[in-house]
């Protein structure tokens, strides 16, 4: 496939939520860097749109903010379809960099794990790398064994190499006590074209989770990943060139859920775990970057999102470029003007 230089981010999924979207793929960016493609969460159906842009031959690394359903969905599909097929080919080893897993149970304070570990019974958290491995040896292990001995193709672990990210122990990070400190960026990966950082952000009891910068020889692109007003996420996107950043209407979304307890449970979730459209915009003019892409769009439901709104209200603040993303736009580096939309059929999950 054909590559071009410079930076670039492609919204391959700009949809929030675990719901199926007649509209919008799960959230999922990729960072393009001249030939190389580093994909940041893998959202459903976004595999599809990364095909659009990028080649298997591209791709050198996944980075998972975190470890929701609609953040993950896609992984497995982006581990083996490059694997060893015919014109569709890794060349290049696959990093997968996403969060460890917690020494405890994610909690609001000791009495609240009390609370949550009777409700949670023998399941358990993993780390990424556990979530790799449990996809190669025991999701899709039928299926490679009998690719490897009926095609004879290579394991592949030889491609795929999952790693943990171990937060800094400077930083005092704990998963009930500190699970959003103040603290500074600290480098997770590095290749010939990008330096890759990674941050806490705040995400309430998904923790660990992460916001990521890519810093390149053309100029940096900041992904949020999920999380309220963070000035952790602000001190990662100082200075940079594209902040894509999750972006949430309260009442819009709950209107679209129906009255009761489960209503009112997640209510406090979204409020708390989310940021504003009324916000998003300080964000980015307190953080001085240069475009505010609006991604992670909730409510993720046909019609239900104001995006007019959402963006008049961000300009308020923000008196950069503001951009409402849509499934497969293209973002610059340096270059402002060029947003480039493909038709709307081609928007359909």
């Known amino acids: 496939m054909s590559t071009k230089k410079g930076m670039r981010a492609i919204t391959l999924g ?48 996944i ?46 304070s000791e009495a609240h794990l009390a609370e949550i570990s009777c409700c949670v019974g023998g399941h358990s958290m993993v780390g990424t790398k556990e979530i790799v491995h449990a996809l190669i040896d025991k999701v899709f292990a039928s299926d490679i064994v009998i690719r490897m001995a009926d095609e004879g193709r290579s394991s592949p672990y030889n491609w795929i190499k999952a790693h943990d990210i171990e937060v800094p122990a400077q930083a005092g990070a704990h998963p009930i006590h500190a699970r959003h400190p103040e603290m500074e960026p600290f480098v997770i990966y590095e290749d010939e074209h990008v330096s890759v950082s990674a941050i806490l952000v705040d995400h309430r009891l998904c923790y660990p989770a992460f916001g990521f910068r890519f810093d390149s020889k053309y100029g940096s692109i900041v992904v949020s990943g999920d999380t309220t007003y963070s000035t952790n996420c602000i001190r990662l996107a100082q200075g940079a060139d594209i902040l894509l950043h999750e972006v949430i209407d309260l009442e819009a979304i709950l209107e679209t859920f129906p009255d009761g307890p489960t209503r009112d449970g ?30 992670h769009i909730v409510p993720n439901v046909p019609f239900a999102a104001d995006l007019e709104k959402m963006k008049r209200t961000a300009e308020r603040d923000f008196s950069g470029a503001v951009w409402v993303a849509e499934d497969n736009d293209v973002f610059e580096v340096e270059r402002v003007e060029q947003v480039v939309r493909p038709p709307q059929e081609a928007l359909a999950v």
């Open 266 to 295: 997640i209510a406090v979730h979204l409020e708390e775990s989310h940021t504003s459209y009324e916000v998003v915009g300080k964000v980015a003019a307190e953080a001085n970057v240069k475009q505010l892409v609006l991604h």
């Open 63 to 108: 980075f998972l903010t975190h470890h929701h359903s609609d953040h993950i969905y896609d992984l497995g599909s982006y581990l083996l379809t490059g694997w060893q097929v015919p014109g569709e080919s890794f060349e290049h080893e696959i990093q997968i960099y996403g969060p460890a897993k917690p020494e405890k149970i994610p909690a609001l």
């Open 14 to 61: 700009t949809g929030g939520g675990p719901i199926v979207s007649a509209t919008r793929a799960g959230t999922s960016t990729a960072i393009c860097v001249d030939d190389a493609t580093y994909i940041v969460d893998c959202g459903m159906g976004s595999i599809r749109h990364y095909r659009q842009h990028s080649g298997w031959e591209n791709l050198r690394g």
